[in-house]
């Protein structure tokens, strides 16, 4: 048994080494998967608190008008475009849909009339047809914002108010699901994509055959792949969980330690459908198709790219069966809703099932050329 | 019998419709060099991969060093090195982690250079395999092969496209192999190689063995037949000019 781990230990020692001495390899599995974290991290990142996208053209010189446009571009809510200056720029930006509405502060607005010792005027909000109900909650805000200055002005009592109550706790952002999505994506990466090119390249080689020479058992050559792809894998996504982190402000919620176990699990589940298929195919032409047929429904169906919930539910009980699917669910129940491996049970449970499932199929298929 | 390390009894392997390997049976002594000579289809390869365990076997029996292939092919592995025919490593490799790593296949842990300086390669030990040579290459598998200290040693045209100094280098390796009492069986498409370096050779045509001696000898018998060449043998042949033209140094950058 020591005999055997030294020959184990030793595949994965000299592959982990050849891995990164292979420029493009780390591209691949590390480099690529990060580029799409940024891309979709961009995409989805900052959806969760809407913004409108508004010009100010502030015609007016009053101070009054100069403190309004500042307290505006300080708004969360607003984002004020600094460089449209004028009403012609801002119509063809809004024709474009690159902004919202435009705020138009008129020349007498804020100024104090004859005869009154308050500042007044009349903002107008110029919108396009396309825009009229993101411009209702604009006007709405622009309206509650006048209304406290105005009782700053005017001392009146309100008799009926609304209070506002923030829960501790966070719902769900996009970019939640978007991650643990990418997450999955990149397990799937690591566990077939890598072994369906790699065997079939083993073969056609004459390696895997040349091994078959040896006292080399399937399992031992399996475990070494194991263990390597596990180290490439958190390699991998722990370098998007600070990305994540310092980019996109996750924020991980569970147990650090469950959820690297919960990855490993993963990453070992889905590379025996790798190395079943790579296992099985006797050159690339055989496994293309197959790799196909197994890998399209998890890449599309099991939450990588788009949340499982927009689906219709009878997709939804489908695709909740595919190996890929507890995986992502898990690893966002634990990142984000800070869950432990009991509350998870489900999705453990299914992982484990199709771990026996598809190692049991890889052994059988296997073939050293 | 004590002398026999590798023994074959009617062997024979059936693919669909061609009987591939036809009632073979042969002995192999310890420290000798046996080739397996014959026309491509001839059954070599099937019978040799027979013997390496790669091939199941329909009839017949093979011992090494008195083992079953059939019954104990995981003892038998570590019995025997085997070298294809063209030799292929995975790139990025180190040539002592080749070594290493072949060794870790038999649970072994080896002084890597010791292997690499037998074949001649102590100085390319930190190269990767892509960089080196095909002669090296064939150099390198043949110290993957003996990593375990095998007692057969199985060689398929081993000199298949190699220039005439890397292969008499290659042949001079596969004597100091035998000299230590490793049975060699090889294939080969040259006559002049079987010729220089088997003890005994068996002739395969069509799954079957057409003749089994020593190179001497079948001469010998094809002369008794009354076989005249047309045009009397030189003293020398090409190769020999070619050789004595370039010298024997081995050309590798």
Redesign the interface.
Known sequence: MKKSMYTVLTFVKINTKRFFRDRLAIFFSIGFPLVFLLVFGNIYGNTSNYSFRVAIINESNTSFAEQFTKSLKDSEIINVSEEITTIDSAKDKMSQSEIDATLLLPDNFGSIVDGDNLPSGEAEIIYTQNNQQSVQVLGGIIEAQFKEINAKFVQNITPFEVKLTQLNEKSLSAFDYTFAGLLGFSILAIGVFGPINVFPELKKMGILRRLSTTPLKVWQYFLSTMIGQAIIGMISLSLMFVVAIYFFDLKIVGNMFELAGFIILSIITILGIGLALGGWAKNERQVAPLSNIVTFPMMFLSGTFFPRFLMPEWLQNISSILPLTPVIDGIRLITTEGRNYIDIMPQLGLILVWMVIIYAIAFKVFRWE | MNNVTVEVRNLKKRYDDKQAVDDVSFNVKKGEIFGILGPNGAGKTTTLEMI???RPIDSGTVRIDGIDVTKNP?KV??L?G?Q?Q????????RLT?VI???A????E?VDEMSFLREVGLEEKANS?VENISGGQKQRLSIATALVHGPKVFFLDEPTTGLDPQARRNLWDLIEKIRSRGVSVIMTTHYMDEAEVLCDRIAIMDEGKIVAIDTPKNLIKQLLDRGFKKKKLVEQANLDDVFIDLTGRALRES
């Not at chain 2, 870790?104 to 649970?107: I, K, L, Q």
Request: hydrophobic share 30%; no cysteine.
């Open positions: 390496e365990t790669l995981q592995k570590y025997i085997v294809p063209s030799p292929t490593f995975q790139d990025k490799t982690e290493e790593m072949f870790a296949a038999y649970g842990k990767y």
